[in-house]
T-cell receptor, first 112, second 117 residues
Framework: AQTVTQSQPEMSVQEAETVTLSCTYDTSESDYYLFWYKQPPSRQMILVIRQEAYKQQNATENRFSVNFQKAAKSFSLKISDSQLGDAAMYFCAFNSGYALNFGKGTSLLVTP | GAVVSQHPSWVICKSGTSVKIECRSLDFQATTMFWYRQFPKQSLMLMATSNEGSKATYEQGVEKDKFLINHASLTLSTLTVTSAHPEDSSFYIC?????????????FGPGTRLTVT
């Protein structure tokens, strides 16, 4: 079974600054996908970024980038130039072809 | 594209009654739909996976007789909570995987808040 661990229940960042959210996972699979999802107060799940395990290059989507360390089974999310709208719950998730397996989430607070 | 809707968005029911939640893929056909439950300030937990035309597969610890899932068409899956009790109050979210899509691809509905009084 796969496990996803987010060790930071809450994080805070000032507007325009950079913040990194941590995620580690455990799996015996070799082919899988990792995701970061954002859940704002509306509770709609929004895909932030996806990383394929077979790709060495870290995924980037505008202000969002990941640091994927396959050997260490680490998958952190970096948010640059933080904006007030980035405030939300962030979930790290794992998928090896079945359903998504989510971490417990990190609540991100953005202060003006 | 790839829009998933859920109905109702919020439902209040009395203890002992049943309530049905619908999940629809609006602009694509979904061979697989997933149902998740999310308690306040917690993560999403997979309840069951439904494939069109076949019985749902339930995760360990989920009562299949209590949470009835039907995936009768390629655009609709329903979750019926039978004999609901206050402990069933939660946020229920579905997601849908398009036909012929990559295994990692799925789109989330907006969720349904169930309150059992």
């Amino acid at each position: 079974a796969q496990t996803v661990t987010q060790s930071q229940p809450e994080m805070s960042v000032q507007e325009a600054e950079t913040v990194t959210l941590s995620c580690t996972y455990d799996t015996s699979e070799s082919d899988y996908y990792l995701f970061w999802y954002k859940q704002p107060p509306s509770r709609q799940m929004i895909l932030v970024i996806r990383q394929e395990a077979y790709k060495q290059q870290n995924a980037t989507e505008n202000r969002f980038s990941v640091n994927f360390q396959k050997a260490a089974k680490s998958f952190s999310l970096k948010i640059s130039d933080s904006q007030l709208g980035d405030a939300a719950m962030y979930f790290c998730a794992f998928n090896s072809g079945y359903a998504l397996n989510f971490g417990k989430g990190t609540s991100l607070l953005v202060t003006p | 594209g790839a829009v998933v809707s859920q109905h109702p968005s919020w439902v209040i029911c009395k203890s002992g009654t049943s309530v049905k939640i619908e999940c629809r893929s609006l602009d694509f056909q979904a061979t697989t739909m997933f149902w998740y439950r999310q308690f306040p300030k917690q993560s999403l937990m997979l309840m069951a996976t439904s494939n069109e035309g076949s019985k749902a597969t339930y995760e360990q610890g989920v009562e299949k007789d209590k949470f009835l899932i039907n995936h009768a068409s390629l655009t609709l899956s329903t979750l019926t909570v039978t004999s609901a009790h206050p402990e069933d109050s939660s946020f229920y979210i579905c997601s849908a995987r398009p036909k012929l899509a990559a295994l990692y691809e799925q789109y989330f509905g907006p969720g349904t808040r169930l309150t059992v009084t």
